[in-house]
Nanobody, 127 residues
Framework: QVQLVESGGGLVQAGGSLRLSCTGP????????MGWFRRAPGKEREFVAA????????SYADSVKGRFTISRDNAKNAGYLEMNSLKPEDTAVYYC????????????????????WGQGTQVTVSS
């Protein structure tokens, strides 16, 4: 059952920017770590970025470091992925993921560590 909803994908030229949004899950009283993953055509799903519930601890894949920024707004139950200086190799379906956590500083790098996923949003970067 999908409990996260992504939006903001689209077609952009190389060097351009997009901002992805992720809303959910709608469960009060729980803390969630969040992550972004992507799957390019013909490739395995890969880690992009992760953020702890407290928002202070972040992690990025080397391929996006310095170009992408992950953030969250817990009051709105939302997470974001700001993508700048986009390259054709960033073309993929991007997925938001979440999992409950007892520690505000924990983030997770592997897709099997998450149990709540969105349906994905397509990002296409033209050269």
């Amino acid at each position: 059952q999908v409990q996260l909803v992504e939006s903001g994908g689209g077609l952009v030229q190389a060097g351009g920017s997009l901002r992805l949004s992720c809303t959910g899950p709608e469960r009060t009283g729980s803390n969630y770590a969040m992550g972004w993953f992507r799957r390019a055509p013909g490739k395995e799903r890969e880690f992009v970025a992760a953020i702890a519930w407290g928002g202070q601890r972040l992690s990025y894949a080397d391929s996006v470091k310095g170009r992408f920024t992950i953030s969250r707004d817990n009051a709105k139950n939302a997470g974001y992925l700001e993508m700048n200086s986009l390259k054709p190799e960033d073309t993929a379906v991007y997925y938001c993921a979440a999992r409950e956590t007892d520690y505000s500083g924990s983030y997770y790098l592997f897709d099997h560590q998450y149990n709540i996923w969105g349906q994905g949003t397509q990002v296409t970067v033209s050269s």
